[in-house]
Each structure stands twice: as structure tokens, then as C-alpha cells.
């Protein structure tokens, strides 16, 4: 049995779920970083180098599970660029940007932030890393396999609210949750946020935009165009972590795309403010 530790910040939903029930399927002990280790893990000066608060956290979860055998983590982009959060390695290529940067972590386990792409070769290759107990494996992958593919999106009805103002969220995708949408939530005020819609979507529609785009980005851009359309939403807002280059870089392109009122909120004030805890509550 190995101890395996779960990095959720990134994109957690999207995948993570499959994943770990595969790996406890399997005889591995599943691991989430612990309240008082993460807390530790979060002074450690070398966060301080990395671009984008979300990024800091999924490494402070890496620091507080050093004592792991491995690591899961999520690549986030597949496709190279020299685009955007393309020239930005931790969104790159978050798993090697990882070990580079925090020597001494266990080993990871790369897995797409995805389910939208056949994953038997992939599952039944990491699992085989694991253990050499073939029986095992294969019936692990077999239970396991229905659930191998991503949520089902429908479209969110935008009914048009009189006396309501509606509100379209954009924001990173690992930035959006509940949490996030909670923060923005008043009385008279509806949040449609990018994370209802469907992710492949959102790509689809900004490479429409741009086809060199890399997945996350495509998924802002096409949410700011797709949402843009709609006739019920009222306003665009941009939640921009400020110390994310990428970030500004995308708040710059969405405001050239934007054909509705757009404004700009910095995921910092958020939090400085209380606005709830949009950084930690996303996993």
C-alpha cells in the first residue's frame, strides 16, 4: 500500500474525485493535507517566488504532505503556447513546475485535469507503478471505469429578473467556486458564474477568438464572449488575482472582448475584505 497525497486546489472537481476513488480501489491510502501542516507549509519562504495565490496554496498542500510516497497532480494545459498562461510554467506544466521549484517533495503522478479524454492506458499505467499485482489493478479499472468522464453540463437559464441585476462571473477556472460566487452575492443580485458552464464550451468559443489560446485561457475568453451575448446578463466581473502575470494579461484581452459592462476585482481585496474565503473553500 502507498500513501498518496491529494493536491485539491487545482481544479480538484473536475477530476480528483475519480482519481481518488480509483486509488483507494486499488489499496492505496488516500491523503489530504492536514489543517495544522498546511498552516505550517504556508510560511516556507520559497512560496513567495511562485505567481498566483492559488498556486502558493496547491504547493503549501505539496509541503504538508512531504511524508506521502506520491503525489497526484493535476496538468492543467496539454497544449504548449507561447500565449498567455502559456509562458507561465506553474500553469504549463504545474507537475514539473512543482518539483523544480520544492526540492525534496515525494514523486508525483502526473494526470490530466480532465476526464474528458480516454484514460484506461493512463489509469492502468500509474496503477501498475504502484503495485505489480495485475489481478488488482484491472479490477480496480473495471469498477471504476463508467465513472471516467467529465460531469454533464446544461446550459444555466438566464431568465431576465425586472427587478434584479445579473451578474456573469469570470475568473481563472481554479479560482471559481461557490465560494467565490458568494462573494459577489447581494440583495437584488444574481451571479451566473463561468464554472456552470460547460469547460469545453468555453475552449471551443475562445479559440474562436484565438486558436493559438491554451485551455484555461480559452475557457475566460470564451466564457467573457459567450456570456457577453446573452441579452439577461446585465454585467461582466473579472476576478484577477494580482500577482499572476497571466491574470492581467487576460484582463486586458477580456476587456477588448467584453460588449457589456465589465469590472475588474482583485481576488486580494476579496479576501482583505472577508468576502468569505474564495481562495480556500475552492477544494
Not at 501542516?37 to 509541503?63: H, K, T
Not at 500565449?83 to 520544492?102: E, V, Y
Not at 477556472?173 to 460566487?181: F, I
Not at 444574481?190 to 491554451?214: C, F, K, M, Y
Amino acid at each position: 500500500m502507498r500513501r498518496i497525497g491529494l493536491i485539491t486546489q487545482l481544479l480538484w472537481p473536475r477530476y480528483g474525485p475519480f482519481w481518488a476513488k480509483l486509488l483507494h480501489e486499488a489499496g492505496h491510502e488516500v491523503i489530504k493535507a492536514e489543517p495544522q501542516a498546511l498552516a505550517v507549509a504556508l510560511s516556507d519562504a520559497r512560496l513567495a517566488e511562485i505567481p498566483g495565490l492559488a498556486f502558493r496554496y496547491a504547493a503549501a498542500q505539496a509541503l504538508a504532505m512531504s511524508d506521502c510516497d506520491f503525489l497526484l497532480t493535476p496538468g492543467l494545459n496539454p497544449k504548449e503556447s507561447q500565449r498567455g498562461g502559456g509562458q507561465d510554467p506553474w500553469i504549463a506544466d504545474f507537475p514539473s513546475t512543482l518539483q523544480k521549484a520544492l526540492i525534496g517533495l515525494p514523486a508525483v503522478l502526473a494526470v490530466p485535469a480532465t476526464l474528458e479524454e480516454p484514460l484506461e492506458s493512463l489509469a492502468v499505467g500509474l496503477l501498475h507503478r504502484l503495485s505489480h499485482d495485475t489481478t488488482l489493478v484491472r479490477r480496480a479499472w473495471e469498477r471504476h471505469r463508467a465513472s471516467a468522464k467529465p460531469p454533464h453540463h446544461h446550459e444555466p437559464h438566464i431568465p431576465p429578473h425586472p427587478n434584479q441585476r445579473t451578474l456573469g462571473l469570470l475568473a481563472q477556472p481554479w479560482l471559481l467556486s461557490p465560494a467565490l460566487g458568494a462573494c459577489l452575492q447581494r440583495e437584488g443580485v444574481v451571479v451566473i458564474s463561468q464554472g456552470e458552464l460547460s469547460p469545453a464550451l468555453l475552449r471551443a468559443e475562445g479559440r474562436r477568438v484565438d486558436p493559438r489560446l491554451i485551455d484555461t485561457d480559452a475557457e475566460v475568453i470564451g466564457a467573457a464572449r459567450y456570456l457577453g451575448r446573452k441579452g439577461s446578463i446585465d454585467e461582466l466581473v473579472l476576478v484577477v488575482d494580482e500577482t499572476s502575470g497571466t491574470d492581467r494579461w487576460l484582463a486586458s484581452r477580456v476587456a477588448r472582448l467584453a460588449h457589456k459592462p465589465l469590472t475588474r476585482l482583485s481576488l486580494q481585496s476579496l479576501i482583505e475584505e472577508g468576502s468569505g474565503k474564495p481562495l480556500t473553500d475552492i477544494a
